[in-house]
């Protein structure tokens, strides 16, 4: 049979946010993706606000500018209430003139309530370089988990450019 050891129990669940642990409180799960930012040596850090309305992320002075060929990565704010949520990805569609070009599926992993928003930072990528692979993109972006329980959907417009 399962021997049950009450104090390695409790440790468990206050390591990874079981019943007792802070901030849960048994009340519905909630994820508020608060930012993405867009991080490149050689421009200032680009923040994306995604707690407001999201239609103005599409107008044209939201347009984010990328050198191509450029070294960047993506760092999202989030936070989480109440319960765990279990497998949090980031998935983003791109596509060009409507034909899609790219798509990520991130697993960022799972994470319990706190008081102070959680970060992740993605792994640094490439922007795609030459004649070609300049001009205007399209990126539909969730954070999604397990349970496919989508938290929030955006769009947003980035440009592949010579310089910045």
Known sequence: GIIYDEHISSGINAEYGGPGAEGITGGPLEVKVLKMTFISEG????????????????????????????????????????????GLRFRQDISRKSIPVNKLNIMLGSFGPSPEPHEYTMQPDEAP?????????????KFIDDDKTVYREWEWFFKIEKDW
């Open 129 to 141: 370089k030459g004649m070609l692979a300049r001009g205007k993109y399209h990126a539909v972006c």
């Open 43 to 86: 421009r200032d850090p680009i923040d994306l606000d995604l707690t407001g309305d999201l239609s103005k992320l599409k107008e044209a002075d939201k347009i984010v500018t990328i050198k191509e060929g450029c070294e960047y990565t993506l760092k999202f704010q989030f936070s989480v209430s109440n319960q765990i949520v279990s």
